[in-house]
């Protein structure tokens, strides 16, 4: 045993110290780039869309109070309305005819043909003796800017956007009405 102790390190000496020198080959190869795919930028994307949807609703908030029309309970939250559907809450557009006794938060005033409207998120109300209520878009009526629910379309040979039974099309300053879909009764 104290012979091995001795020899490692005169083999170590010897060998650190001899005029032998070692040369390493240097071998060349191409560089391949490899690119992560970053999964969180997928994650984000399914977030985004399911945002832009935002057509359901798990919980209503706090207060949430309905209104019956036609034994439909509609819940307003934020401007638009929920239905009860299947456990969730689904956006839905109010039919024509529905009253409500102030306008949402959000809506603009809109003069078309000498006719005075509210619109707020896809829906047009008139001043109704003791509210507002829900009437048919305005053929010619002008808005700046439709809700993510607006579906593109092709109208005729021309690329316009329905949403609410209305067909709008791009213009330059918004969204005109061109046409109102028949409704199902």
């Given at each position: ?21 070692a ?10 780039k ?5 999964n ?28 019956n ?5 509609y819940?307003?939250?934020?401007g ?53 209520e ?11 800017e439709?809700p ?21 099309q ?13 409704e199902?009764?």
């Amino acid at each position: 045993m104290k012979n091995l102790r001795i020899c490692i390190p005169l083999v170590l000496f010897a060998f650190l110290t001899s005029g032998h020198t070692a040369e390493a080959q240097v071998v060349r190869r191409p560089v391949k780039k490899t690119v992560r795919a970053k999964n969180r930028v997928k994650r984000q994307l399914r977030r985004q869309n399911r945002r832009i949807a935002r057509r359901t609703l798990r919980r209503l908030p706090r207060d949430t109070r309905a209104i019956n029309y036609r034994s439909i309970s509609y819940y307003p939250v934020g401007g638009m309305f929920f239905i009860a559907r299947g456990g969730v809450y689904v956006r839905a557009f109010p039919p024509r005819g529905f009253r409500l006794g102030a306008l949402p938060m959000n809506a603009v005033r809109i003069v078309v043909n000498n006719a005075t409207y509210n619109y707020a998120d896809g829906v047009f109300y008139q001043s109704a003796n003791d509210g507002y209520e829900v009437v048919t878009p305005p053929i010619g009526a002008t808005v700046k800017e439709l809700p993510e629910d607006a579906l593109e379309i092709d109208f005729d040979g021309l690329p316009s956007y329905e949403l609410n039974d209305a067909v709008y099309q791009l213009i330059e300053d918004g969204y005109e009405i061109i046409d109102v879909l028949a409704e199902d009764d």
